[in-house]
Nanobody
């Protein structure tokens, strides 16, 4: 059973930084891509950033230049470096993994709160 475990969330002041990590277990297969989504109260879940197995990246417009996604295919892990955080970044952040063929997987989420 594939399991994604996130870590690194927390409370940070505006302008601060956090680094999220996600590690997958329970499979020997590589993923086509891994990434991060977020969901704020009352809003739909949205893509934040993703990285393909080939290293191609996609970012939401709102985080470009502030967030950096990276991954380690061998470790089946993905990271999100978040800088210059603001209140609009407050959300639950979910790790996502896309199979080469088959389902996608989700972590349980980690809370990021940006507040003074």
């Amino acid at each position: 059973q594939v399991r994604l475990v996130e870590s690194g969330g927390g409370l940070v002041h505006p302008g601060g930084s956090l680094r999220l990590s996600c590690v997958a277990s329970g499979t020997r297969n590589s993923f086509a891509a891994m990434g991060w989504y977020r969901q704020a109260p009352g809003k739909e879940r949205e893509l934040v950033a993703r990285i393909s197995s080939g290293g191609n990246t996609d970012y939401a417009e709102s985080v470009k230049g502030r967030f950096t996604v990276s991954g380690d295919n061998a470790k089946k892990s993905v990271y999100l470096q978040m800088n210059s955080l603001n209140a609009e970044d407050t959300a639950t952040y979910y790790c996502n993994a896309e199979s080469m063929v088959g389902p996608e997987y989700w972590g349980r989420g980690t809370q990021v709160t940006v507040s003074s």
